[in-house]
């Protein structure tokens, strides 16, 4: 079955924000190397991997569908950041206007009796709720640490440790 026009030019959108979400949290993950804050920095480089699956998971069902890929420049993200808050700021706005167009592709994909692309952004849909999540926990602690460094640095380690655990859960599922 032939994909829907709309379906497919939304779907190659989503790919290049997803992209673009690899150069954020690649742009972020920078930073936070810049800042000595190694498990921040471990978080953000993991999540980045993530963001480059999502884009090839995408890439990958377009071709399996015989639907054509369209590639588009992806914008440059901001690569100096005021703040570890502000860094992560950007990340949770992100990934919740990611959220947001993942819901509009599943809703056309209905309106145009696109089932296969409905199964497929299901997926999705979870991954983004866990991906908002996390980065709104790692923002509230942010926030509730402030400027004390002592806390920034065992949040840091912190960090470096669910890091480690998200690790060890994935190769146990395998």
Same mark, same amino acid.
């Given at each position: 079955?032939?994909?829907?026009?709309?379906?497919?030019?939304?779907?190659?959108?989503?790919?290049?924000?997803?992209?673009?979400?690899?150069?954020?949290?690649?742009? +972020?993950?920078?930073?936070?190397?810049?800042?000595?804050? %190694?498990? /921040?920095?471990? $978080?953000?480089? !993991?999540?980045?991997? @993530? *963001?480059?699956?999502?884009?090839?998971?995408?890439?990958?069902?377009?071709?399996?569908?015989?639907?054509?890929?369209?590639?588009?420049?992806?914008?440059?993200?901001?690569?100096?950041?005021?703040?570890?808050?502000?860094?992560?700021?950007?990340?949770?706005?992100?990934?919740?206007?990611?959220?947001?167009?993942?819901?509009?592709?599943?809703? +056309?994909?209905?309106?145009?009796?696109?089932?296969?692309? %409905?199964? /497929?952004?299901? $997926?999705?849909? !979870?991954?983004?709720? @866990? *991906?908002?999540?996390?980065?709104?926990?790692?923002?509230?602690?942010?926030?509730?640490?402030?400027?004390?460094?002592?806390?920034?640095?065992?949040?840091?380690?912190?960090?470096?440790?669910?890091?480690?655990?998200?690790?060890?859960?994935?190769?146990?599922?395998?």
């Amino acid at each position: 079955m032939m994909m829907n026009s709309v379906v497919l030019e939304l779907l190659n959108a989503q790919m290049n924000k997803e992209f673009y979400s690899w150069y954020l949290y690649l742009s +972020v993950s920078t930073y936070f190397n810049s800042q000595d804050l %190694e498990g /921040f920095e471990q $978080w953000t480089n !993991t999540q980045a991997q @993530e *963001e480059l699956m999502h884009g090839m998971k995408i890439y990958n069902y377009l071709l399996e569908r015989k639907g054509a890929v369209e590639f588009r420049q992806i914008e440059k993200p901001p690569l100096i950041w005021d703040s570890p808050i502000a860094a992560v700021q950007a990340i949770y706005e992100h990934e919740r206007s990611l959220s947001v167009t993942i819901h509009e592709i599943l809703k +056309v994909a209905r309106e145009h009796a696109d089932y296969s692309a %409905e199964v /497929f952004l299901h $997926w999705f849909i !979870t991954e983004q709720l @866990e *991906e908002e999540v996390m980065a709104d926990r790692v923002l509230q602690k942010l926030k509730m640490v402030g400027d004390n460094s002592g806390a920034m640095l065992m949040l840091d380690s912190q960090i470096t440790k669910i890091v480690a655990t998200g690790a060890a859960k994935v190769n146990q599922n395998a």
